[in-house]
């Protein structure tokens, strides 16, 4: 059971990623999570995607390896997303009772699933 979280598991490599000053990855993930939160747009969230990618690439870890440490995460992920939708309040998109979607819950909802993947993915490739 423990061997399936991989959130935060050290991954043997020999790149230069791997090589990083611990200050140095400690302050590139600070900046990482700092420029996820002040994005509001897909534009910033193409471009940290870009760079989260490039790391990855860099330091030759296997992308199922990445993938499966948002698998502990992926409930929170889906609740969020799902009370996001509902709760926010805006131009109705569909309407099911007292449920109710809106364009701003749909938009909220997406950033925020996108904003914590790559949160989650970022600092765990960085600490």
Do not use: C, E
């Not at 490039?54 to 993938?67: C, E, Q």
């Not at 701003?104 to 600490?127: C, D, E, H, N, Y």
Request: no cysteine; hydrophobic share 60%; charged share 15%.
């Amino acid at each position: 059971m423990i061997r399936d979280i991989t959130l935060g598991q050290y991954y043997p490599g020999s790149s230069w990623v791997h090589k990083l000053d611990a200050r140095v990855k400690i302050i590139a993930a600070v900046a990482y999570i700092v420029s996820l939160f002040i994005v509001d747009n897909f534009y910033g969230f193409i471009i940290s995607f870009a760079a989260l990618a490039a790391v990855i690439a860099i330091s030759k870890v296997p992308l199922r390896f990445i993938l499966r440490g948002l698998k502990p995460v992926f409930i929170i992920i889906l609740f969020t997303v799902i009370l996001n939708l509902f709760m926010i309040k805006g131009d109705v998109v569909v309407s099911i009772g007292v449920l109710t979607i809106t364009r701003q819950g749909i938009k909220t909802a997406v950033f925020l699933a996108i904003r914590l993947i790559l949160l989650i993915i970022g600092s765990s490739m960085l600490t």
